[in-house]
């Protein structure tokens, strides 16, 4: 199996206080990985830790065998392979659908306008938004909002999609439909790490699911092992509070 992304001894402190503690882990090509945990444990900073919005205070994030780390690496290239969808969308409020896709293409990837809007117009296809190319981002609804958010990231066409909580800002009947896609696209084959509370997801879409509490993994596994059988006690009392 091939690594997209290893993580080794990655720990990050933020003051005195260590928020994340010698973790190691991995995720390969075409898996979907599910991390859960309590607020505050230190989910949100690993995913801004491996895409570097974070900067962490040691270990090792090894991409295509390099530890991007290092001090002579090309950060700016290794983001550009990583998509990240956030809770609270991210997007251009006041400008159309198709912009908020286009833009990062452009400015980033240098494409040219018109091969960007063509690779726009084919994820938000994707994600069931390309009635809404000339929509302003500030008209939609919640769930139509993170669609539009899913396809820019799918439109820089990364070999990783880190999602964070991305279901977490939106009202209970929008849930569903952001679900929806981020199910067809775990079918599809495109790898993905994503931060959720919703357990039920979690159990149906995943590969893998990491438990994280305090700063640590306690647990992983395949989802039947985690929620039907785990191993840890913290895991489990975890489980009963959520479950
Ligand atoms: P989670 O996503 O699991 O809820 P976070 O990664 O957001 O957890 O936070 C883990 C811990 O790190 C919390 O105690 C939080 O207060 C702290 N933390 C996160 N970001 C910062 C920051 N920029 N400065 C100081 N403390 C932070
Ligand atoms: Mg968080």
Redesign the pocket.
Known sequence: MEKVIEIQHLSKS?GT?E?LKDIDFSVQKGEVVCVI?S???????LLRCINLLEKPSGGKIIYNGENILDDRHDIHAYRTKLGMVFQQFNLFNNHNVLNNCVVGQVKVMKRRKEEAEKVAIKYLNVVGMDQYVNAKAQQLSGGQKQRVAIARALSMEPDVMLFDEPTSALDPEMVGEVLKVMKDLAKSGLTMLIVTHEMEFAKEVADRVVFMDKGVIVEEGPPEQIFNQPQKERTREFLKRTL
């Open positions: 933020f206080h928020v945990g607020s505050g444990s230190g989910k949100s900073t």
